[in-house]
């Protein structure tokens, strides 16, 4: 994959002249076209997460169940599947968000970069700034779009050109040219799919090494999702990108890995997620190993 | 035609079956019953202003304003309320310097920092049943833990007032609203969105940074209302302060040179509202106007300081839009 591929994508899609149908078909086929290029097997890949035995607790309800995966270096991972199969509460793991709620408790191994994660002295803020997120629904601060920027970075004790910071973050983002002139303004007062580059552009402003994304398109209309889409496959190159999706399509489109996951029942009627079927994405999608995955993608449940 | 004919049937069909708005004689009794309710308590209250206010009308036409400026008099002629509005003010100063900043941090700590168990919920209902104890519970309290444990511990139990200084009785009005200021805060706490308190988190920024500057700005407007709202009930307070340790003689003075120190630890106090009831059971015919026109007063104080509550809330609130 080379630059100027990417940079023709980012000024070819523009909200105003994808209005018809076929523009959006061009620019799925764009997506693809620059996915294909850039995919890089992933064994070649250093491990950045190495999950093994992975259960997490809520209270006395087991969400979810003996996870086992590894993420690899500027490499997508999609994690798909059915309402309630746990697929959230294991991205929340890689950055220790679940400790925000009380009665959360994680069993298993969550190695990064071979470091266990949960270990007594790993300071969950330093975690944090490590790891972004970008969640479902965007939350901008209700300051103004330069301050979104700089606030990560600002609190880290980061010394340098904020200005220049501000600049290369939201260029990355996609977002420079739509908002440069209005950096003062609420990061309010911008459209949703900007308000969520800007989410975006905010978790890459501490110059995290991954960034996990909670459904990020979920709340936005089908044009901004192709602008993040392709802004996500242009991220991987400098970050490594787990996303958490209800869009099987979407899955198929970005992700080089795609983790599916679903839900059992036991006899007492306890609901438990776990982990059916990790592999590339193309095999996930085209030959899957799994009955339950292939009745999944094809529509036939869930 | 006929199918022409048949779609406007169609239409004919569905235009009776929505058409005909149909009175319903329930749905009408309860629209005036309610109307009804809400105009018996319009009419209550402007009819118990428009009293007040025409009663205390021959005070400011035949003294003006230096009704407001003149001291306490046992003659209805001189008297004046000036010691009320000064006593109330110092009163209210310290239950700003006390409640306000004791209230928001015990609020900050059960939303933000307390797990929720057993004992956070118990202390939470609490601090609800504290804040619809009766104010003359506070005053026995504040009799005699302010006044006589603390102030006359201090500043001597014997002689002089005994303890009866306006510290006491502000640190009474600061225990007694201290719940609401609590309750108050914690209700606009809980109403900044979740999805803030992640953003802040998930970009590194520690506990206290996100409550300091993200949760705590958002909450601010309504903190502020609350609080304000919660300090106009402390201005207006009159039970526990009688037994708190206000002054409720017609004169009394207060040495012309005493310090800032002296003045709240070692001079007597009263307050407005402490005035208004004194006022109210004089004998003579003249007291009857001038308990009316320190109502007028108290009134007008408190609107104030409520109207200065909204504006300030609706500044901060168009900051962040």
Known sequence: MNHEQGDGLTTDIDTTSLESATETALAEEAIRVAKAAETVPRADQPLIFDVGKLTVYYGTFRAVKDVDMDIRQNQITALIGPSGCGKSTVLRCFNRMNDLIETARVEGKVEYHGVDLYGERVDPVEVRRR???????????????????????????????????????????????EVKDKLKESGMALSGGQQQRLCIARAIATSPDVVLMDEPCSSLDPIATLKIEELMLELKKDYTIVIVTHNMQQAARISDQTAFFSVRVDEQGQRTGYLVEYSQTDEIFTSPGQKLTEDYITGRFG | MSAHAEALSATELVRQSIEGR?????????????????????????????????????????????????????????????????????LIGFVIVVAFPLGVAAAVYLEEYASDNRVTRFIGANIRNLAGVPSIVYGILGLFLFVEIFMGGVFGAEGGIGGRNVIAGGLTLAVLVLPIMIITTAEALRAVPRGLRDASLAVGATRWETIRHHILPVAFPAILTGSVLTIARAFGESAALLLAGAQLSLYFSVANDASFVDLVSNQPYTALPIIIYNFARQPQAGFVSLTAAAIVVLLVMLLTVNAAAVLARDRFERRYR
């Open chain 1, 131 to 177: 790891i972004g997120m970008v969640f479902q629904k965007p939350n901008p601060f209700p300051k103004s779009i330069y301050e979104n920027i700089v606030y990560g970075p600002k609190i880290a004790g980061w010394k340098g050109n904020y200005d220049d910071l501000v600049e290369e973050t939201l260029t990355k983002a996609a977002l420079w040219d």
């Open chain 2, 22 to 90: 149909r009175l319903s004689p329930v749905d009408t009794l309860v629209a005036f019953t309610l109307l009804f309710t809400l105009l018996s308590s319009v009419v209550i209250l402007i009819t118990l202003l428009a009293d007040t206010i025409a009663a205390a009308m021959p005070v400011f036409q035949s003294r003006g304003l230096s009704f407001v400026t003149d001291s306490l008099s046992p003659s209805a002629e001189e008297a004046g309320i000036w010691q009320g509005i000064m006593g109330s003010l110092a």
